[in-house]
């Protein structure tokens, strides 16, 4: 069973900085774009940032140069370093993954999230 797991939320002050990292783990034949989302209290899930297999980055608007996306394709996976961070980005943050398990269609995988509280 394939599942995406989250590490490295917590509290940090505005300004500072946090790294979020997410592992696939199961059986997997393929994995392709990976991604960050984000979900703040009362508002819809959104893009933060994707990273495609062959390392191309794409990111939301809002992130304007403070977070970077990357990933290690031998460990299968995702990071997101979010520096300058603002209490608007508080939110719970979601790992996804478009992946071929090894028994099983392609198809997209969420993780569990991880919350990243930003306050003074």
């Known amino acids: 069973q394939v599942q995406l797991v989250e590490s490295g939320g917590g509290f940090v002050q505005p300004g500072g900085s946090l790294r979020l990292s997410c592992a696939a783990s199961g059986s997997i034949l393929g994995i392709y774009t990976m991604g960050w989302y984000r979900q703040a209290p009362g508002q819809q899930r959104e893009l933060v940032a994707t990273?495609?297999?062959?390392?191309?980055?794409n990111y939301a608007d809002f992130v304007n140069g403070r977070f970077t996306i990357s990933r290690d394709n031998a460990k299968v996976t995702v990071f997101l370093q979010m520096n300058s961070l603002k209490f608007e980005d508080t939110a719970v943050y979601y790992c996804?993954?478009?992946?071929?398990?090894?028994?099983?269609?392609?198809?997209?995988?969420w993780g569990q999230g991880t919350q990243v509280t930003v306050s003074s």
């Open positions: 990273i495609t297999g062959g390392g191309r980055a």
């Open positions: 996804n993954a478009d992946l071929r398990p090894r028994s099983g269609l392609r198809n997209e995988y």
